[in-house]
Antibody, heavy 120, light 111 residues
Framework: QLQVQESGPGLVKPSETLSLTCTVSSASISSSDYCWGWIRQSPGEGLVWIGSMSFRGITYYNPSLKNRVTVSVDTSKTHFSLRLSSVTAADTAVYYC????????????WGQGTTVTVSS | QSVLSQPPSASGTPGQRVTISCSGSISNIGSRAVNWYQQVPGTAPKLLIYGNNQRPSGVPDRFSGSKSGTSASLAISGLQSEDEATYYCSGWDDSLNGRVVFGGGTKLTVL
């Protein structure tokens, strides 16, 4: 049973870069069966898609975050990552990683989420 | 402002049938499949419906999805107290080089 789990610092200073990792178990990131994505949810707000990577390694980003976000796959193929630069308090949120069978498909496996607070 | 539009709230009594609407455009719902997620407070979203009307394994058949043109609906029949949650519609949007879009979410209250 495929599982994913987010990890990373819970506190990031303004203007710094937020870096999160999504560890994948019971599957290979290099598999053509999965695509990988990041979603966030600010306190009391709805879901916001951040970005995704197809099994071919093509990345897609939320246009409102595109200039600051990078989704990548670790060369060891055991996890994928999110980097969000120049963070502000508006980036404070619960961050989820998730997988889907294809880039346009529903995301059927989610991590439990990790809370990131941007504050000095 | 979300790309997909949902009513912010809905309610029903146990046993009742409730529907939640989701409105989009030709670049998303009008040409792509719709997915629905259920989120209970304090937990991660759960895929409830994919491909407009398909249920993942383990999702009760009380939940059903449909799509017509640029709109979609989620129906919950035989409403139960455990269905109290926020429901999000979502899908792929072909504009702006391709992106995943979500509705703003509908908070369902079981009275």
């Amino acid at each position: 049973q495929l599982q994913v789990q987010e990890s990373g610092p819970g506190l990031v200073k303004p203007s710094e870069t937020l870096s999160l990792t999504c560890t994948v178990s019971s599957a290979s990131i290099s598999s053509s069966d999965y695509c990988w994505g990041w979603i966030r949810q600010s306190p009391g707000e709805g879901l916001v898609w951040i970005g995704s990577m197809s099994f071919r390694g093509i990345t897609y980003y939320n246009p409102s975050l595109k200039n600051r976000v990078t989704v990548s796959v670790d060369t060891s193929k055991t996890h994928f990552s999110l980097r969000l630069s120049s963070v502000t308090a508006a980036d404070t949120a619960v961050y989820y990683c998730a997988t889907s069978p294809c880039i346009t498909c529903g995301m059927d496996v989610w991590g439990q989420g990790t809370t990131v607070t941007v504050s000095s | 402002q979300s790309v997909l539009s949902q009513p912010p709230s809905a309610s029903g009594t146990p046993g009742q049938r409730v529907t939640i609407s989701c409105s989009g455009s030709i670049s998303n719902i009008g040409s792509r499949a719709v997915n629905w997620y259920q989120q209970v407070p304090g937990t991660a979203p759960k895929l409830l419906i994919y491909g407009n009307n398909q249920r993942p394994s383990g999702v009760p058949d009380r939940f059903s999805g449909s799509k017509s043109g640029t709109s979609a609906s989620l129906a919950i029949s035989g409403l139960q107290s455990e269905d109290e949650a926020t429901y999000y519609c979502s899908g792929w949007d072909d504009s702006l080089n391709g992106r995943v879009v979500f509705g703003g979410g509908t908070k369902l209250t079981v009275l």
